[in-house]
């Protein structure tokens, strides 16, 4: 239609510069651009060229960037802020920082939120946070984009928790969000696990009505199922007005992550009927839930079907997932043949994964062929190294273990430490093995071993006995926790003389036994004891010792000898 066009004016040329720039072949806009230059018949004008650089954004053309900047200059349309604001989106996109800002600084005066946002996801993009952070805090006016471009680049360089410490305080100056925010948000709690945060962004969504798209409904659906809220998961599912592949795909792949391997494969037979194509996704998702709840048979069909009916190659995830499924079935035989003959290289992780199985079957030469080979393809990955120590030493080959582990350090092979988060109080804590964190560590460390104290405690109150009574009295009496020892110390039915020692420590600590004078109730428990050994004895007479009282440990002894006792080494020391 535009060719049939006799003399195009310049608001037709603009349009159709515009619609093939949004094409799959934007240097076909380009081209229009360079015909209308040479033929010198449409002079262009400032709504030229933001559809030009468009075009030269999408098709990535730097070098024809360059000369359209060189024309706006020429023509004198540099102090259009739309264009400006054009030509910093192009640098950004073809990874040109530096020129975005060389840009950005030329003309302070022609900016707009616009202008700042541009350059700030110039910056996200090329993962300079401390240049984003300036630049955001010099911003004289913040828009939702601002704060969506900051916590997705936050999220893109792994800070989640600065990430959504930022989305909590765009929510605290009461300011909405839009769709991209909410799915970084999501995104970050997911991987990190941190289910309040997760229901934050979820009910805050909820409070504004937002309305519930698929990405969204997705990003919900992994949140849950990353944080160990499966049920809340299968809600969201099922309350989505609309749901593509991807929503069945995570929904797939979580039942598969909490071992519903039944109401995956459930799933996606539902999937099938609906009408819809699964992807190589999916695949790995319904393969994974195989290999979780062992359906050896529905893996095998899974991955012949993937080929021969969808005609979806497999990749390494999909090859991964059957050697973790036959291997944990113990058909590890299987799974080295499937590695033998994949169509592409196996890559370490697929070894790595028939050597767990080997470790858990007991194979140890097979186990020690894929181990060596493992060293060889990555000499500096710790977990291989472990693995195959670890095959050893259950086969008892202690030489071995020695050499696998000093040949680790050799190659400077260091282990990582463990780490884990937690919540606590609206705020995300992390710790990690060895190592003082935060200055509260030692605090969080004396309450975790308290909190598990009271769960043993009351776990166990339908089933005690002595033994039972005796442990939670040594629990207290190392957290110092003196009127827990001595509420539990009256409960007790028939004492022996480990809890009274326990209740005896206690209560010198506190300083209510000094001076050498046992307290009453102390002499009376020990009177009315049912039942008493020599070991009984031994550690009564032991416990005064340890607490100054010279005297009645004596008084004890001479009393366990005309009771008839015969005294053993271990009390004469």
Known sequence: MFRRI?????????????????????RDGLKLYASMCRTNMLHPNNYTYPFVLQACSNALGVVEGVQVHAHIVKLGFEGDVFIRNSLIH?????????????VFDESPQCRDVV?????????????????MEDLFEEMPERDVISWSTMIM??????????????????????????????????????QLGLLEQGQFVHSSMNSLKFPMSVSIGAGLIDMYAKCGCIEMSKKVFSEMPRRDVWAWNVMINGLAMHGFGKEAVSLFKRFIREG????????????????RAGLVNDGRHYFKLMREIYGIEPEMEHYGCMVDLLGRAGFVSEGLELIEKMLIKPDPVVWATLL?????????????????????????????????????????????????????????????????????????HKFIAGIETTSGH??????????????????????????????????????????????????????????????VNGLHSRGEIRDGNVDASVQKSVKEMPQRDVWSWNVMISGLAMHGFGKEAISLFKRFIREGFRPSNWLGS
């Open 276 to 291: 819809l194509s699964p992807s190589n996704v999916t695949f790995v998702g319904i393969l994974n839930a195989c290999s």
């Open 6 to 26: 006799h003399r195009p004016n310049i608001f037709a040329s603009n349009n159709i510069i515009r619609c093939l720039g949004k094409s799959e072949s934007p």
């Open 356 to 428: 767990a199985a080997c470790k858990i079957h007991g194979l140890v030469e097979l186990g020690e062929t894929i181990g060596e080979k493992l060293i060889q393809l990555d000499p500096t990955h710790d977990g291989n190294y472990v693995l195959l120590a670890n095959i050893y030493a259950k086969s008892k080959k202690w030489g071995d273990v020695i050499r696998v582990r000093r040949l680790m350090v050799d190659r400077g092979a260091t282990k990582v430490a463990g780490w884990s988060l937690i919540e606590a109080e609206g705020k995300t």
């Open 90 to 102: 192009f640098y950004t996109a073809c990874c040109e920082t530096d020129m975005s800002r060389r």
């Open 115 to 131: 202008t700042w946002n541009v350059i700030l996801a110039s910056y996200a993009k090329d993962e300079r946070i401390d240049m």
């Open 442 to 503: 030692r605090r969080f460390t004396k309450n975790l071993k308290r909190l598990k104290a009271d769960c043993y405690w009351l776990g166990v109150q339908r089933r005690r006995d002595i033994v039972t009574w005796n442990a939670i009295l040594a629990s207290c009496a190392r957290e110092e926790r003196i009127d827990v020892v001595e509420d539990l110390f009256k409960e007790i039915p028939d004492k022996d003389v480990i809890s009274l020692e326990y209740n």
């Open 153 to 190: 680049g936050y999220v893109q360089v792994g800070e989640l928790e600065t990430g959504l410490k930022c989305f909590r305080e765009m929510r605290g100056k009461g300011l909405n969000f839009n769709e991209a925010i909410l799915v970084t948000a999501l995104s970050a709690c997911a």
